[in-house]
């Protein structure tokens, strides 16, 4: 059976490409069985560490403590309940402060399913709501939405409320927590010298990049969430735009207390197919961005056919999990053809389950869904993350995660 090209005529093909079947990896038979996925998915896991992300690992445990915390009962109108903690992760090798916006709805019974989620604008940024604090972490200079000299100012409240629609997400009866990227990893190239690195042992640092320090900064707001009784911990969906939807794959692929993942616009590295090498490549990527991944994953710039495995394994590694991968009509750089192709492909893994991911060929019409266990769906426009995403992400949780 072929896959029809989408509207950028792009041509590929499912069964004459050199993308390999989810189930297949070089030298081993084909997985037919539950029980030798299982041991598949921790190759496919040791696979991804040492070919793409990297591990974060420590010589001591990280312990983590709550140095501050506020409440308020009546936060967005009423809507909702805003707690916020700072929490600190420490090693003998230092300690790293990190602030954890979360809104609970204000109308609830029993614990709430909720949503894990990085932001790039620090809390403060993601609402109008004045009783959030104002983030002391590092943030990208941007003069004209307020952030100068890598610090936020006052001028930088609610310049990215447009990506959360938080009133409609606690409305729907789900909890939401977000923190900054920055606080758990700069976005610089530094060496690995801060953030969460220099909670590493030296010889450690530098063998995983920041997308899996900021998966594993998602893995510690889930610890956090695991002593809120109001959140049920065991429907905690990592959710991620960008080069955060990497990170939030790679979080749920390496910690399965998530529930669900979910993979905004994430392209090379995330839900999009490495082997196509459309729009934003591996070559390109490592160029730009060397402190996302280790070192190795540039080794396969020009050499993508060399990759053990594909990105579709990456999503068939959440199996059988749900996980959603959405894309945007106008973000080429982020190969929406490969991303729906993707997420297609790694619906073998949840047949074995008996779960059913993508039957569709072609990618569906812009602002509709697909799929079952797998799902996708392609808006019309730009590399962004609005309500209209959230809508499709709450009705796909709403499915599996019995709320």
């Known amino acids: 059976m072929s896959v029809s090209a989408a509207s950028e005529n792009i041509p590929w093909d499912a069964t004459t490409s050199p993308v390999p079947h989810v189930l297949d990896l070089a030298g081993r038979p084909r997985v037919a069985s539950v029980d030798a996925?299982?041991?598949?998915?921790?190759?496919?896991?040791?696979?991804?560490?040492?070919?793409?992300?990297?591990?974060?690992?420590?010589?001591?445990p990280v312990e983590m403590r709550i140095e501050r915390e506020e409440t308020d009962a009546g936060a967005l109108d009423g809507l909702a309940e805003r707690r916020q903690f700072r929490i600190v992760l420490s090693t003998p090798q230092g300690s790293l402060p990190a602030d954890v916006l979360l809104y609970l709805p204000a109308h609830r019974q029993g614990p709430v399913p909720a949503f894990a989620s990085l932001n790039f604008c620090g809390n403060h940024g993601t609402t109008r709501d004045a009783g959030v604090w104002l983030s002391e972490g590092w943030h990208a200079d941007d003069p004209d939405a307020g952030y100068v000299g890598g610090r936020a100012t006052e001028a930088s409240r609610g310049t990215s409320v447009r990506r959360w629609p938080f009133e409609e997400i606690v409305s729907r009866g789900y909890a939401v927590a977000t923190c900054s990227y920055g606080d758990f990893d700069p976005d610089v190239d530094d060496g690995f010298s801060n953030g969460a690195h220099a909670l590493q042992e030296p010889a450690?640092?530098?063998?995983?990049?920041?997308?899996?320090?900021?998966?594993?900064?998602?893995?510690r707001i889930l610890d956090l969430l695991q002593d809120v009784p109001e959140v049920d911990a065991a429907r905690v969906v990592a959710l991620g735009h960008s080069r955060l939807g990497k990170a939030a794959l790679w979080a749920a692929a390496t910690d399965e207390r998530f529930a669900m993942a979910i993979s905004n616009?994430?392209?090379?590295?995330?839900?999009?197919?490495?082997?196509r090498a459309v729009g934003e490549s591996i070559a390109s990527i490592t160029t730009q961005f060397p402190h996302w991944f280790p070192a190795v994953f540039a080794g396969f710039a020009g050499r993508e056919a060399e990759l053990p495995m594909d990105q579709h394994h990456l999503l068939a590694l959440l199996a059988p999990r749900p996980v959603y991968v959405a894309s945007a009509t106008e973000d080429l750089w982020a190969d929406p053809d490969g991303e729906f192709l993707s997420a297609r492909l790694a619906g073998h893994a949840y047949e074995l389950f008996g779960r059913t991911?993508?039957?569709?060929?072609?990618?569906?019409?812009?602002?509709?869904?697909?799929?079952?266990?797998?799902g996708y769906h392609r808006r019309a426009g730009g590399h962004d993350i609005l309500a209209e995403d959230w809508r499709h992400y709450l009705d796909f949780a709403d499915r599996h995660l019995g709320h």
């Open 204 to 219: 450690a640092r530098g063998t995983a990049g920041a997308i899996a320090a900021w998966s594993w900064g998602l893995s």
């Open 37 to 60: 996925w299982r041991v598949r998915r921790e190759e496919l896991t040791s696979l991804f560490a040492a070919s793409v992300y990297g591990r974060m690992t420590f010589a001591d």
């Open 265 to 275: 616009d994430s392209g090379c590295g995330g839900a999009s197919l490495s082997r």
């Open 357 to 374: 991911g993508i039957t569709d060929e072609r990618p569906p019409l812009p602002g509709t869904s697909v799929g079952a266990s797998v």
